[in-house]
């Protein structure tokens, strides 16, 4: 009857950063600074960029590669605990068509003179079986960017 | 560093109903039907529930046993199509502290002349190992409500 078949994954990247879990927890908090390591970059155009930080607030963003189609983000956040743990889930969507749902938790922790980033996303991918592992690949891409981002004053 | 741990975990609860897809997908869009089998209950006092049943839009419950403690339920539809899929992210909180993030797949398939409901749920539990568990049995129950529900004219 579904055209659709939903896949069910889960993956877990941790990073280490030398600097505090206070810098590390504000390239989340901060919307330049997350809107820079985010969804900027070269090739990138930003349609919409709109953060609410808040339990319960809204993200959203659109942007696309190039002249190649929309892509949008929706997300809510469902837990805030400064330079403590994030957790937000969210939906992708391609020219307006969802491709996935995710709940992503992030955790924030002091370790050796730095921070521990670990994030855990639990997702819903739409039709393609190996979507999970290539938002894995995508999320250590941007992992480095945010690292870039923590060192910025 | 945080005194909360988290565990992550998910699990697949599945039951099949005598009544068309339409029937048992109309108890989750329909409000009065949603609230009688999610949250009324001999026992139970709804302090509060709003149903908004649209891509985006949110539900908010709250709840308690007898005097027990204030429950409550913050989700926000991340994807609906009719008669065939939802996806739901809520997080709980009791007296006000959450104490867990879930991502919920619904999905609903006609088959032997009735419905195949498919719930998933990929969540975040605070501090218990074993609410994931715990969770799953409720939602067991719940689907037996659930069933009552979709006989009701």
């Known amino acids: ?17 030398p600097a505090s879990p206070a810098r590390v927890f504000a390239c989340f908090a901060k ?16 349609d919409a960029f709109r953060h609410d930080f808040t339990i319960g607030g809204r993200d959203h963003s659109a ?20 330079n403590e743990r994030i957790i937000i889930s969210y939906s992708m969507a391609m020219e307006g068509k969802i491709f996935s749902a995710s709940l992503l938790t992030h955790t924030f922790e ?9 994030l855990t996303e ?16 995508g999320f250590l891409g941007l992992l ?5 981002e923590a060192e910025r004053d």
């Open 1 to 17: 009857m579904s055209a659709t078949t939903l896949y069910h994954a889960s993956f877990t990247v941790e990073r280490l950063y």
């Open 31 to 46: 919307e330049e600074k997350l809107r820079r390591w985010l969804v900027e970059g070269e090739g990138w155009s930003v």
């Open 63 to 82: 942007f696309r590669w190039q002249k190649g189609p929309l892509i949008t983000n929706d997300g809510v956040y469902h837990d805030i605990v400064d």
């Open 110 to 118: 002091a370790r050796d003179g730095g921070t521990l980033l670990t």
């Open 122 to 137: 639990q997702g819903t991918y739409y039709s393609d079986p190996n979507a999970a592992k290539g938002r894995e690949e």
């Open 144 to 148: 480095a960017e945010l690292g870039k």
